[in-house]
C-alpha cells in the first residue's frame, strides 16, 4: 500500500503564509540593498533572488516605496530582537564579553553584515525621505533606549548618577557603535575582538561619569 500524502506523491510545496512571504521578500531586499546600493533594488531583481514568478514582489508590495519602507521596518525588527537578547544577557553576566560587544563585532560579516550595511543605505535616503525618516528616528530611539538600560547596567552606583548623565553614556555609546560598525563597512577592523570593545565602551561610560 502507498502510504505517501497526496501533497509528497504529486511534489506540491506548500506556499509559506502571507507574513512568511513579505519576511522572505524583505530579507532579499536586504541583501540586494547591501550588495548595490538603492540602484541595486527592484521588485524585479527581488523575485529573481528568491526564484519567484515575476510580479510577487510587486503583489506584497505595489511600490517601491512601500518596499523600502518594509525592508526598514524588517532591519528593525531583527535589530531589536539581537540587541534586546544581548542587553537581557548583559542583566545576568556570565564570564567573557558583554552580549553587546558581540552582537557589535558580530556585525563585520556574514547576514549581519549585510544587514549593517543596509542600515546604513537607509539612513542615507531617509535624509532624502520625510516618511523614511520618520520610520529610521523611531528606531533609533528604541535602540537607544535599550542601549541606556545596557549602560545603567554598565554603572556600579547608576542609582547615584543623574539621568542626564545617563543619556549622555546612552548617546555616546549608540555613536560610538554606530561609528565602528560604519567603519566595517569600509573594511576597518581596528576593534579586534568583543573583549577589546568591551574596555573602550567601559572607558567612555567611565570617562562621562567622571567628566560630571
Do not use: W
Not at 510577487?56 to 518594509?70: D, E, I, K, Q
Not at 534586546?84 to 556574514?110: C, D, H, I, K, Y
Not at 543605505?121 to 516618511?131: G, I, K, Y
Not at 547596567?153 to 560598525?181: C, F, H, K, W
Amino acid at each position: 500500500m502507498n502510504t505517501r500524502s497526496p501533497v509528497a506523491t504529486s511534489g506540491i510545496r506548500r506556499k509559506p503564509d502571507p507574513d512568511s512571504r513579505r519576511r522572505e521578500i524583505c530579507d532579499a531586499a536586504i541583501e540586494l540593498l547591501a550588495e548595490g546600493g538603492v540602484k541595486g533594488l527592484s521588485h524585479l531583481k527581488v523575485d529573481r533572488r528568491l526564484s519567484l514568478p515575476d510580479g510577487t514582489t510587486s503583489f506584497y508590495f505595489r511600490t517601491r516605496s512601500a518596499l523600502v519602507h518594509a525592508l526598514a521596518q524588517r532591519v528593525a525588527e531583527r535589530d531589536l530582537a539581537e540587541l534586546t537578547a544581548a542587553t537581557e544577557f548583559q542583566a545576568n553576566p556570565t564570564p567573557g564579553p558583554s552580549g553587546l560587544a558581540r552582537l557589535v563585532m558580530a556585525s563585520a560579516a556574514g547576514e549581519p553584515f549585510a544587514r549593517t550595511k543596509a542600515r546604513y543605505e537607509l539612513m542615507l535616503q531617509a535624509n532624502r525621505n520625510p516618511d523614511l525618516a520618520v520610520v529610521v528616528q523611531s528606531n533609533s530611539d528604541r535602540f537607544r533606549g535599550l542601549i541606556r538600560d545596557f549602560v545603567e547596567r554598565m554603572n556600579p552606583r547608576a542609582a547615584e548618577i543623574s539621568r542626564a548623565v545617563l543619556d549622555q553614556q546612552a548617546y555616546v555609546l549608540t555613536q560610538l557603535i554606530s561609528g565602528i560598525m560604519l567603519a566595517f563597512t569600509a573594511g576597518d577592523n581596528t576593534i579586534a575582538d568583543a573583549g577589546e570593545l568591551d574596555r573602550i565602551m567601559a572607558a567612555v561610560v567611565a570617562g562621562i561619569a567622571g567628566a560630571h
